[in-house]
C-alpha cells in the first residue's frame, strides 16, 4: 500500500539556522508533490508544489527538491525564524485525485 | 483571515443529535473537500465534490452526509454520531479538482465535540 514517512520526531533548531526536513514515500510514483503548513488550531497553508520532472524549487527562504529516484522529498528554510515555528505536512498526488498528507514534522525554532 | 469560511469554529453535540457544519468559498473554485483531522495527526480525505457532483467519498459512515447545494457552498450534515468521531472537521477548495497541482485552499476547521 501506499506510505509516506516524514521525520518522526520533531525537529528543533536554533533561528538563523537551516531546517531540513524529509518526506520519504512507497509503494507509487506522484506526479507532483505539495507542501503545506499547519499553525495549532488552524487549516494548513499551501506553500510550495514541485513536479516530477522538477528537481528544484524555490520561494523566498524556502526550498524544495523532488528525487523520483530515491522517492524522497526535502523542504528547506534557510535563515529560519521563531515565526517559522509549525508543523509542516508534505502530500504527495495520489492519480485517484486526492493528495494523501504525511503525518507532518514539527518544527521549533528558538532564538 | 482565510478565503476558506467554516462555520461553527466549535460545536458540542450528542450522540442522538442532527446538526451540520457549512463551508463556503467566494474564489470561484469548482472542487471542495472535507477532511478529518485527529489530534497529532494529518487530515484524511472524507469527501470530494467536483462542479457540484460528488466524486470522491473515501468509505465514510453514512452518519455523515455532504451536500453541495451550489458552487460556493459545501455541507456536511451530521447523524447519530458516536464519540470516535469528535475531530477537527476542514473544509478546502481548488480551482479545478487536483489532476493539474492546483493547490488547497483551507478553512480553519470546526471543532467537534460528541457527549
Known amino acids: 500500500s501506499q506510505k509516506i514517512e516524514q521525520n518522526s520526531e520533531a525537529l528543533n533548531i536554533q533561528e538563523g539556522k537551516t531546517a531540513t526536513l524529509t518526506c520519504n514515500y512507497t509503494n507509487y510514483s506522484p506526479a507532483y508533490l505539495q507542501w503545506y503548513r499547519q499553525d495549532p488550531g488552524r487549516g494548513p497553508v499551501f506553500l510550495l508544489l514541485i513536479r516530477e520532472n522538477e528537481k528544484e524549487k524555490r520561494k523566498e527562504r524556502l526550498k524544495v527538491t523532488f528525487d523520483t529516484t530515491l522517492k524522497q522529498s526535502l523542504f528547506h528554510i534557510t535563515a529560519s525564524q521563531p515565526a517559522d515555528s509549525a508543523t509542516y505536512l508534505c502530500a504527495p498526488y495520489n492519480q485517484g485525485g486526492k493528495l494523501i498528507f504525511g503525518q507532518g514534522t514539527e518544527l521549533s525554532v528558538k532564538p | ?115
Open chain 2, 1 to 115: 483571515d482565510t478565503e476558506v469560511t467554516q462555520t461553527p469554529k466549535h460545536l458540542v453535540m450528542g450522540m442522538t443529535n442532527k446538526k451540520s457544519l457549512k463551508c463556503e468559498q467566494h474564489m470561484g473554485h469548482r472542487a471542495m473537500y472535507w477532511y478529518k483531522q485527529k489530534a497529532k495527526k494529518p487530515p484524511e480525505l472524507m469527501f470530494v465534490y467536483s462542479y457540484e457532483k460528488l466524486s470522491i467519498n473515501e468509505s465514510v459512515p453514512s452518519r455523515f452526509s455532504p451536500e453541495c447545494p451550489n458552487s460556493s457552498l459545501l455541507n456536511l450534515h451530521l447523524h447519530a454520531l458516536q464519540p470516535e468521531d469528535s475531530a477537527l472537521y476542514l473544509c478546502a477548495s481548488s480551482q479545478e479538482v487536483l489532476t493539474r497541482g492546483q493547490p488547497q485552499h483551507f478553512g480553519d476547521g470546526t471543532r467537534l465535540s460528541i457527549l
